[in-house]
């Protein structure tokens, strides 16, 4: 089971921490205001009241050992910078900022940000479904419970067939397209890279390491594909 830390219960922080929850995740939410806490902790794995920039308050709570944090605290930029620092210096693995501005996103990435969440543009739904599959390059919402994704492929995949996998049967989704970069040659000692795509994957096609799937199925289906 995958677990996350959501520091910032603000709006987007709380419905992200619900959204990764009601997914099966293991949650804990953070924030500095009880009232918050509070109206959380019936939602999460733990909710609990801390200083983020506290790095031995995150390490007593299991911080340390969760796969990803997000970092959602909104109007305080010192706070949210000094907490992705705290992050990285525990060594969470991967570390998602919210960022106001372009500048801010460049300076948490600087920092130890992973990638920037921009609440103004992504939901907190499409957010929680891109969490759940960190290989995830792209994610089309098709109606309220499907959706086209943009995934690298999984080591488990790769040097198998659609055949061998079984996509639909076993995981409930449709492999639609791969995308793979080829090397080409343009001269005598030189070559390129180019991406080419399999519009329509045989049964016997093999999965290459690096290929991008683009698959279609439902979100429950495709948070459950294999992560390796």
């Known amino acids: 089971m995958q677990q996350f830390a959501v520091i910032g219960l603000g709006r987007f922080g709380q419905r992200l921490a619900r959204a990764l929850t009601a997914d099966g995740a293991e949650v804990i939410a953070i924030d500095r205001n009880a009232e918050l806490v509070e109206s959380m902790r019936d939602d999460v794995t733990l909710a609990v009241r801390l200083d983020s920039t506290n790095e031995e308050a995150l390490r007593t709570q299991g911080v340390a050992e969760v796969g990803v944090a997000i970092v959602g605290?909104?109007?305080?930029?010192?706070?949210?910078?000094?907490?992705?620092?705290?992050?990285?210096?525990?060594?969470?693995?991967?570390?998602?900022?919210?960022?106001?501005?372009?500048?801010?996103?460049?300076?948490?990435?600087?920092?130890?940000?992973?990638?920037?969440?921009?609440?103004?543009?992504?939901?907190?739904?499409?957010?929680?479904?891109?969490?759940?599959?960190?290989?995830?390059?792209?994610?089309?919402?098709?109606?309220?419970?499907?959706?086209?994704?943009?995934?690298?492929?999984?080591?488990?995949?790769c040097h198998k067939t659609p055949a061998d996998l079984e996509l639909r049967r076993c995981f409930g989704v449709n492999l639609v397209a791969i995308k793979r970069t080829v090397n080409v040659q343009k001269g005598t000692d030189e070559t390129s890279s180019t991406s080419a795509v399999i519009s329509v994957p045989q049964a016997d096609t093999t999965i290459l390491p690096n290929d991008v799937l683009i698959l279609v199925g439902s979100n429950d289906a495709l948070a459950q594909l294999p992560n390796d």
Not at 116 to 136: C, G, M, Y
Not at 138 to 155: C, F, W
């Open 73 to 157: 605290i909104g109007e305080e930029f010192e706070a949210a910078a000094l907490t992705v620092a705290v992050l990285k210096s525990l060594g969470v693995p991967r570390i998602y900022a919210r960022a106001e501005t372009a500048i801010q996103g460049q300076i948490l990435r600087r920092i130890g940000a992973h990638d920037i969440v921009n609440p103004e543009h992504e939901s907190a739904l499409r957010w929680a479904r891109r969490l759940q599959l960190p290989n995830l390059k792209e994610y089309v919402e098709l109606g309220e419970d499907h959706a086209l994704i943009h995934t690298t492929a999984p080591g488990s995949f």
